[in-house]
């Protein structure tokens, strides 16, 4: 059923009745069919009055009734992220299709951010602007990570001990998003392993990781890459103590997402360091 084993972990059970359970999280079955076992709470279609972003519920299998809630003004299905950027970089001259992006976007100071995977796509978006494999418009000012995915076949630090059941479930992740198709080495995930490092598309970095967050010890090995690659930028780091990774996602007024926040806005504004 699956093309890769499954490691011994404390956070993930397999038996005859169901090959494979991530406690608290997921449960796959021998026929292949998902439960989803955490985040199962929806929110239904319509526009926000405050932004004006609408989303929609679209049917993806008539079979088994699967649904998603694609938002817009943001066009979708993209082929890839790296066509979002493209999307909004069609708005440089101010004739683009969306009229909020031709009004008020800066496309002289663009910055990318994601959280957890999300900051894994960012990381490889900036490496493609420095390769300018696909030329755009737009002025790379920075990237901002907040608790990156980075992981990599051979474990390190606490992954060789403590936290070896953890990697174990970050793994299995992994395979699972990639139908165990694409290595633990794969420069999407592990940087490290990336020959184009060195290209990567802007002068700065702001690194947030969490003082609990088991993923924390593959950023700041990130961070020792990045300076050691020939890459000429600098890697800013700030630790939110005490925290768990995407913290931030959960309690959004806690006093470390609220420093966090504030941390954001001066990286991308130095002059308004107060916001």
């Known amino acids: 059923m699956f093309p890769f084993p499954v490691s011994a972990s404390a956070y993930i059970s397999t038996?005859?009745?169901?090959?494979?359970?991530?406690?608290?999280?997921?449960?796959?079955?021998?026929?292949?069919?998902?439960?989803?076992?955490a985040g199962l709470n929806t929110i239904l279609a319509g526009?926000?009055?405050?932004?004006?972003?609408?989303?929609?519920?679209?049917?993806?299998?008539?079979?088994?009734?699967?649904?998603?809630?694609?938002e817009y003004p943001i066009p979708t299905p993209y082929e890839d992220?790296?066509?979002?950027?493209?999307?909004?970089?069609?708005?440089?001259?101010?004739?683009?299709?969306?009229?909020?992006?031709?009004?008020?976007?800066?496309?002289?100071?663009?910055f990318l951010a994601g959280d957890s995977s999300g900051a894994n796509i960012a990381h490889n978006m900036a490496i493609q602007v420095g390769l300018n494999l696909n030329p755009t418009r737009i002025n790379l000012k920075g990237v901002?990570?907040?608790h990156p995915y980075f992981q990599g076949k051979d474990p390190?630090?606490?992954?060789?001990?403590?936290?070896?059941?953890?990697?174990?479930?970050?793994?299995l992740?992994?395979?699972?998003?990639?139908?165990?198709?694409?290595?633990?080495?794969?420069?999407?995930?592990?940087?490290?392993m990336d020959p184009r490092i060195s290209n990567f598309g802007c002068s700065k970095i702001l690194l947030c990781v969490a003082e609990k967050d088991k993923f924390t010890v593959r950023s700041l090995n990130y961070k020792k890459v990045m300076e050691k690659r020939g890459w000429k930028g600098r890697v800013e780091l700030?630790?939110?103590?005490?925290?768990?990774?995407?913290?931030?996602?959960?309690?959004?007024s806690c006093t470390n997402a609220c420093n966090l926040r504030r941390r954001i806005c001066s990286f991308i504004n130095p002059t308004r360091s107060n916001v």
């Open 15 to 37: 038996s005859n009745e169901v090959p494979i359970e991530v406690h608290g999280c997921l449960r796959i079955h021998h026929d292949g069919r998902f439960e989803r076992l």
């Open 47 to 70: 526009t926000d009055q405050m932004t004006d972003v609408q989303c929609k519920d679209v049917v993806i299998s008539h079979e088994t009734n699967l649904s998603a809630s694609p």
């Open 81 to 110: 992220s790296w066509d979002a950027i493209k999307w909004v970089a069609s708005h440089a001259r101010e004739n683009g299709p969306e009229p909020w992006l031709n009004a008020y976007a800066d496309l002289h100071k663009v």
């Open 144 to 146: 901002i990570l907040l």
């Open 156 to 171: 390190i630090g606490p992954e060789l001990g403590k936290d070896g059941d953890f990697k174990a479930l970050a793994d």
């Open 173 to 192: 992740m992994w395979k699972l998003a990639g139908r165990g198709r694409i290595g633990l080495d794969d420069p999407l995930l592990n940087p490290a």
């Open 238 to 252: 700030m630790e939110s103590k005490g925290e768990r990774h995407g913290f931030f996602l959960f309690d959004t």
